[in-house]
């Protein structure tokens, strides 16, 4: 059994730990080796309109909106304290559930606590404005109010990460919420939801409620007790969450899919390109909404380039991601191994040319898990639905260019629009590819990075709205505008007669 961060009941609503009403759980798998790490509790929709219920009394009569912001700040950073206390305990708890090796564990376990810290900071600098009307007897403010009660709904690749960068802004701004992780992977979320009560939030404030989406997702999405949902995850389920937002007019946020371009000109370091594409595409195994699996290289140093990096793929170890020699884990579940199966048989058929992998590692040691060889795809083509899809797995596409222009637009010949990356050593071409290209964040000579200061989001079918940096809070705010007459006078503007 997992550690007792995770332990049942795992529902946390106005303030308790409780089991789901109808005695619903589900076992939660190891994809290392498929064995039931935990059984936790499994919500249904009547849990769903509880939870939805607590945090809309927490924020309309609990006066959590009116708590004052140095008081919800040093809940953040309680939170960050106690998530530095308890971060081999996480990191383990990610990897087990997640399959990514602990390394990758730490580095988003870190990312968390920054990103507490981050918006800990952000919320005391105020974002208040004065306007001038050059009246001097009106004072005309713009105030930032916390947008309501708001469902947190997180995918399964980056479970704590992706949860954090909305509960930290939300509650920063004075929100309340229910948080529901992926039934995938939710046990980091229940372990960070300890650490949030353990921090002392008041109750309401945050609760939690494990469930698939198709269960539970109507209750926190099809309704007028939320007023903002924040959704990261795919494009479909974006969709659908989209529709029922609309039906109340509720504000959403979503972050989606992606497809994420590439583009290595020739004039471009060699080695490290190759690197960067290595670790763009495989990386957790291509299960990151920003890998780079499309990659666009220039005609002249293609053959070299794929050749390199076929030799670096072959070389990937990979293996549990709690064995410190691995380099890369397994697929989340043997279900998802099926869907990125598919999408290689659909590669061969449409004509492109597997370079290398395409199957299942034939160690017998990784049998039991669900394990994929990194893939590489040669002589790819636009209108391909390879090139054009999320796999989310690790298949990397290669399509040649003969100059920018062309590249551009192969970069953006794409329905998303998450994030894209550029290799050259000509600064002046670099920015403007960079400038060119239609996708919400743009590495230029590196691949993959971010920071909580900064916005992350999506263009085109990647979604709406942005995470992080002051974009990340304002998407919980609301913003009123207040017109203060200090010297009220009769108007004039009917005659008075
Ligand atoms: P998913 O859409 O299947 O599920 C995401 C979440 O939505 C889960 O918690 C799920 O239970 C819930 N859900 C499912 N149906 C629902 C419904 N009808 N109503 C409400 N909630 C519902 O996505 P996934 O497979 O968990 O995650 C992978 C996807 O997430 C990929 O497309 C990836 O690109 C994307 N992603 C995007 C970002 C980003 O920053 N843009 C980050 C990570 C992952």
Known sequence: MLDELCSPPNLYIDGKWVHAVGGGTRDIVNPADGTVIATIDEADRADAVTAVAAARAAFDTGGWPQTPVTERVAY???????????????ARIETLDTGKTLRESYI???????????????????ADRLIDTGNPAIISRVVREPVGVCALIAPWNYPLLQMSWKIAPALAAGCTMVAKPSEVTPLSTIALMRL????????????????????????????????????????????????????????????????????????????????????????????????????IVHESIADDFVT????????????????????????????HRAKVEAYVALGIAEGATLITGGSRPDDKHLQAGSYFLPTIFDDCRRWMRIVQEETFGPILTVERFTDDAEAIALGNDTAYGLAAGVRTADPARGERMVRALRHGTVWLNDFGYYTPAAEWGGFGRSGIGRELGPSGLAEYQETKHIWHNTAPAVGGWFADN
């Open 196 to 295: 949030i009560d353990r921090a002392g939030v008041p109750p309401g404030v945050v609760n939690l409620i494990q469930s698939s989406g198709g269960t539970v997702g109507s209750a926190l999405t099809d309704t007028p007790d939320v007023d903002l949902i924040s959704f990261t995850g795919g494009a479909a389920t974006g969709e659908t969450i989209a529709r029922n937002a609309a039906t109340h007019i509720t504000k959403v946020a979503l972050e989606l899919g992606g497809k994420n371009p590439h583009i290595i000109c020739a004039d471009a370091d060699f080695d490290s390109a190759v690197d960067a594409v290595l670790t763009g595409a495989f990386l957790h195994s291509g299960q990151v909404c920003s890998a780079g699996t499309r990659l």
């Open 308 to 335: 390199e990096l076929t030799r670096r793929a072959r070389n990937i170890r990979i293996g549990p991601g709690m064995d410190e020699a691995s380099e890369t884990g397994p697929l989340v579940s043997g279900q």
């Open 76 to 90: 953040l950073l309680r939170i960050a304290d106690l998530l530095g206390e308890e971060r081999d305990a996480l």
């Open 108 to 126: 988003d376990i870190d990312d968390v606590i920054s990103v507490f810290r981050y918006y800990a900071n952000l919320a005391v600098t105020g």
